[in-house]
């Protein structure tokens, strides 16, 4: 089994990142996603993450966002469906919203990456404080902005 | 009245899946009721409770997935039309699904232009 080199990695993310924020999180094809150098704590990044896990290959995502533009995050994903009943809204909480972006965006990865790595299982999405990336792999982190005219986040992906 | 059941343990897949769902009937002129499970242990439930026309299902689902929903309900209530939805559909599970009688799988994120055309063949 070969397992994907950074590059391989990086190239699916812009790819495949791009390609979910635009089927869920807006309805255009307005979104931009470029990568930056990564010079934060690891403490700091707080956010919706889900754990992807193989016999060969683990990874991890973790999409940081503004905590107050939660309104609008959940306004952007729904509106675009006429028979959406704004009244249940409030029964939907961001982690659920954003989870369910990045279990789409690692399901599309998984897909990129089935050859390969055939047998790697999305877990449940959950609230992360602080990125865990292990001691001897605190150079396999990648960092993307993406953003668009009505949201912007930051998305850290590491694996091992 | 026609009855669509949705399980999924994400509410937003819910509440998206049955934007669209009404949408299409209220345009039809006609009327749905659409039932929300969030397992499928409570979906098998529902399934021994009422009659459906269609069920949309996640597969990957804890404690009983979609493919053993359908799998149980087969066994239980005889066959309903089923249509999966995941994010991840592996060859593996298209060829699990189409072999135990899924009509449709669909890949998320769930679009009106990926339902309508489905619920256009049932109704």
């Keep these: 089994m070969a397992l ?20 869920f999180l807006t309805s255009g094809e307005n979104v931009n996603l470029s990568s930056f150098d990564f010079k934060r704590e690891f403490e700091e990044i707080v956010g919706p993450g889900i754990e992807v896990v193989g016999s060969e290959f683990n990874y991890s995502c973790v999409l940081e966002y503004d905590a107050e533009a939660n309104e609008n995050i959940l306004n952007l994903i729904f509106s675009r469906f006429p028979g959406f009943d704004e009244s249940e809204l409030p029964e939907i909480d961001i982690l ?9 965006l690692c399901g599309k990865i998984n897909l990129c ?24 792999n605190k150079d396999k982190v990648l960092s ?15 694996w091992s | 009245m026609t009855r669509i059941l949705i399980v999924d343990d994400s509410a937003t897949q819910r509440v998206i899946l049955k934007a669209i769902i009404l949408n299409y009937f209220k345009n ?13 242990a409570q979906a098998m439930k ?26 149980k309900s087969k066994e239980k209530v005889g066959e309903i039309p089923f249509v999966f939805v995941s994010s ?25 232009e990926k339902i309508e055309p489905i619920l256009k063949e049932f109704f």
């Design chain 2, 88 to 112: 991840h559909l592996t060859s593996t599970m298209q060829e699990k699904a189409v072999e135990l009688g899924a009509k449709h799988y669909v890949t998320k994120p769930l679009l009106q």
């Design chain 1, 96 to 104: 659920d919203a954003l989870g369910e972006f990045l279990n789409i």
């Design chain 1, 4 to 23: 994907p080199s950074t590059d391989r990695i990086k190239e699916i993310l812009l790819k495949e990142a791009k390609s979910a924020a635009e089927g």
């Design chain 2, 28 to 40: 039809g002129g006609s009327d749905c009721e659409v039932t929300e499970c969030s397992d499928g």
């Design chain 1, 144 to 158: 993307f902005s993406l953003s668009s005219t009505e949201l912007a986040f930051n998305l850290y992906f590491y």
């Design chain 1, 113 to 136: 990456l089935e050859k390969d790595c055939p047998d790697l299982n999305i877990e449940v999405p959950y609230f992360v404080y602080g990125l865990e990336p292990k001691e001897d």
């Design chain 2, 46 to 71: 529902a399934l021994e409770g009422s009659q459906y026309s269609l069920v949309f299902s996640d597969i990957n689902m804890e404690p009983v997935s979609g493919i053993d929903l359908l799998i």
